[in-house]
């Protein structure tokens, strides 16, 4: 299995912006389909945004689509979520997960089966 370490969540005021990344060690990620999920207090983990193996496929979830980009560097096996234009809703642990499996156009949390600790996001109104 892969492990992947997530970082880059912070406090952040709305309208702002992060970086959040996530370095995987282990194996090396060129042939892994890469996904961000977030969970915020007492709801379920959704899905954000995944990226195919090469970077050429990705999916954001509609409540993130247009203001996040998810993105991968395959030589530093890092990936990366640009997220701008940041909300209180936005608020959550955001996870980075891998998945063996090829990419998927309706992504599935149980098509991930490797998965980081998480880092929190919080935006203030």
């Known amino acids: 299995q892969v492990q992947l370490v997530e970082s880059g969540g912070r406090l952040v005021q709305a309208g702002g912006s992060l970086r959040l990344s996530c370095a995987a060690s282990g194996r090396t990620l060129t042939t892994y389909t890469m996904g961000w999920f977030r969970q915020a207090p007492g709801k379920e983990r959704d899905v954000v945004s995944t990226i195919n193996w090469s970077g050429s496929s990705t999916y954001y979830s509609i409540s993130v689509k247009g203001r996040f980009t998810i993105s991968r560097d395959n030589a530093k096996n890092t990936v990366y979520l640009q997220m701008n234009s940041l909300k209180p809703e936005d608020t959550a642990v955001y996870f980075c997960?891998?998945?063996?499996?090829?990419?998927?156009?309706?992504?599935?949390?149980?098509?991930?089966?490797?998965w980081g600790q998480g880092t929190q996001v919080t935006v203030s109104s």
């Open positions: 997960a891998a998945s063996r499996g090829t990419f998927n156009t309706v992504p599935r949390t149980w098509d991930f089966d490797s």
